[in-house]
């Protein structure tokens, strides 16, 4: 029999009973009535397995003539043999994703990406690559969500870059582990910054930092660091760098303990190496005499102390002031360019290259080989930085000596 449709005023007088009891509008849509005064609206139907219900909501929240429009909606789907509450659940997960996809912007992931993929590098790197992403890539895309991002959102971003070839490329590898980090979570299926650097500029050629690789004027060189008279830091510092001819940064970063006396070797941690593998120089005694004579000025930790702070280090650009001071402009000396002439003149007087590679610290992609050519070649590295220092003395004394400098036999 099909019950007669409820009025606005017995829907609002239904007073509670000692049990639930329920009034029907008619085509599945119930009122039940709880004892604790309670008005639920109820779409209740039958299948083949139990009775099945969706819960509309509360009387008086929800009107009769709101419940009749939510009946039309669910007695659409159970026809269909779908259950209302299923396709809520389905409609609160699609809103979810469209929520959780709209939160999953190029930033966020980012620094998802960030937060997850370089903890291993060190934290200055770290600090680099965040700069480089807060500055150049998230004022153009950090917005966007990343299943929207584009290969010319990209370009875009990355443009005012275009004369800076190197770091454009770098920036651009940062937005491909980016993209692969969120093809790998799911966010995305497409990495659409995989081939980004192929649409880039191509590089520009490679400038080789200046040196001199002539004896003569690297003699001069010597001899005009010698009678330099600015800061007696950056003079000393500018008289080691030949001798031992490591990086601007392990040298300008030595602390005192480092320095061994006794051994007569000084060992340069992993962190301030470019390779990130601990790197012990054989000091010969013109190099030994120059530490004990920068003791008298000992100030803290840093042997090249800041003259505005001893708890700092100089900087490149002390040493690189220094060499402009004395007259040598970038296109004829930098403080790598002592590297290159040491390299260069060392090769030409016959010295193994596997000891000249070592004492520069150049990595030896041969594990096994690295670790034994670390202790093995010790002894034959200072045997060639003393011949090397004896010659670096004779061209201070007289920049145009006949005398060659040649690998012992």
């Excluded at 389905?90 to 990406?113: D, G, N």
């Excluded at 004579?293 to 803290?300: F, S, T, V």
């Excluded at 007259?327 to 000891?355: C, V």
Aim: glycine content about 2%; overall charge positive; some cysteine.
């Amino acid at each position: 029999m099909k019950a007669n449709k409820l009025k606005e005023l017995s829907v609002k007088n239904a007073k509670p009973k000692k049990k639930i009891y329920k009034i029907c509008d008619g085509e599945r849509l119930y009122l039940v009535v709880y004892p604790t005064g309670t008005r639920v609206w109820r779409i209740i139907w039958k299948t083949e397995q139990k009775d099945r219900q969706y819960t509309i909501g509360e009387y008086p929240t929800i009107s009769l003539s709101e419940a009749r429009e939510r009946k039309l909606w669910a007695n659409s789907l159970i026809s269909k043999g779908i259950d209302p509450n299923e396709e809520i659940k389905r409609e609160k997960k699609e809103q979810l994703i469209k929520e959780t996809r709209e939160k999953q912007t190029f930033s966020f992931v980012a620094k998802e990406w960030y937060d997850n993929r370089t903890l291993h590098l060190s934290k200055q790197y770290r600090h680099t690559i965040k700069t480089r992403i807060d500055n150049v890539l998230n004022p153009k895309i950090g917005n966007i969500p990343i299943r929207k991002l584009r290969v010319s959102n990209l370009k875009d971003a990355l443009k005012h870059l275009n004369d800076r070839t190197d770091l454009q490329r770098r920036i651009a590898q940062y937005a491909n582990n980016i993209c692969e980090y969120a093809v790998n979570c799911e966010y995305i299926e497409i990495n659409v910054a995989t081939n980004l650097v192929k649409v880039l500029p191509r590089r520009k050629p490679v400038t080789h930092r200046s040196s001199i690789i002539n004896p003569k004027e690297f003699g001069k060189l010597l001899q005009v660091i010698e009678d330099f008279e600015g800061s007696f830091i950056m003079k000393y510092a500018l008289k080691i760098m030949p001798y031992v001819f490591v990086r601007s940064k392990e040298l300008r970063m030595a602390k005192w303990e480092e320095i061994d006396f006794e051994k007569k070797i000084w060992v340069i941690p992993k962190e301030h190496m470019k390779n990130k593998k601990e790197h012990i120089v054989p000091l010969v005694p013109q190099v030994i005499d120059l530490f004990k004579e920068l003791l008298e000025y000992k100030n803290g930790e840093f042997i090249f102390y800041s003259f505005y702070s001893k708890a700092r280090c100089i900087t490149d650009a002390t040493l690189l002031k220094g060499l402009r001071r004395m007259g040598y402009d970038k296109n004829e000396m930098s403080i790598h360019g002592f590297r290159t002439t040491a390299s260069t003149l060392l090769n030409e007087a016959g010295f193994r290259k596997d000891i000249i590679e070592a004492q520069l610290s150049h990595s030896d992609k041969d594990e096994v080989r690295a670790t034994y050519n670390r202790a093995d070649y010790l002894k034959e590295r200072r045997q060639m930085l003393e011949c090397w220092a004896n010659y670096l003395d004779l061209l201070r004394k007289d920049p145009n000596t006949e005398e060659r400098l040649l690998a012992p036999k």
